[in-house]
């Protein structure tokens, strides 16, 4: 399976240390966690929502490495048990959603499926080519959080020193 993440075009797509910033899915000291989503778009929304980027003109400024990454096909992954608006709220519901993944640690998970906090329902839409490019049907987003260091995983970066198209902007759940 491809899944996709942003990071610093000068670091690796990967986190090697537990002294990450506390995230939706960890607390201080929990980490690492490896945050992915399953569309590129996906992915750049996660960026854009925490940076708080909601002008085009901002984009300009954009400089990240989007990166493709193989993960095994057969990952088991858990589901949160939250509600909707505790899964896809700002950082006032990380918190709860620290807590949700504690739990599924300690039941020995591996990593979560939930749905992108980061972007509206439908907002994971690709591109097709029909009489010119046109938008592909629309599709909700996943994020995957997956628990401790993963050598094993494969990356490919698709992109150096990128930034998304502007059209993203309007599909984003802003914190």
């Known amino acids: 399976m491809i899944v996709y993440r942003h990071a610093d075009p000068r670091s690796p797509f990967l986190w090697e240390s537990a002294a990450q910033s506390p995230a939706r899915w960890h607390g201080p ?14 992915a750049w929304a996660e960026f854009l929502r ?9 984009l300009v400024n954009v400089r990240r490495a989007l990166w493709a990454v193989e993960i095994p096909d057969k990952l088991p992954t858990d589901a949160p048990r939250l509600a909707p608006p505790v899964l896809t709220g700002g950082t006032e519901t990380y918190e709860a959603c620290q807590q949700e993944a504690r739990r599924l640690r300690t039941k020995g998970a591996k990593a979560l499926c939930a749905p992108s906090a980061a972007l509206l329902p439908g907002g994971a839409r690709g591109w097709k080519v029909d009489g010119g490019l046109q938008p ?35 599909r984003i759940r802003y914190l």
């Open 29 to 42: 000291g929990e980490g690492p966690v490896q945050y992915f989503a399953d569309t590129p778009d996906g």
């Open 50 to 58: 925490h940076e708080g980027i909601t002008e085009e003109s901002d």
């Open 136 to 170: 592909a049907p629309e599709r909700d987003g996943t994020v995957l959080a997956v628990f401790g260091f993963r050598p094993d995983f494969v990356g490919w970066m698709a992109a150096f020193a990128a930034r998304p198209r502007s059209d993203l902007l309007s």
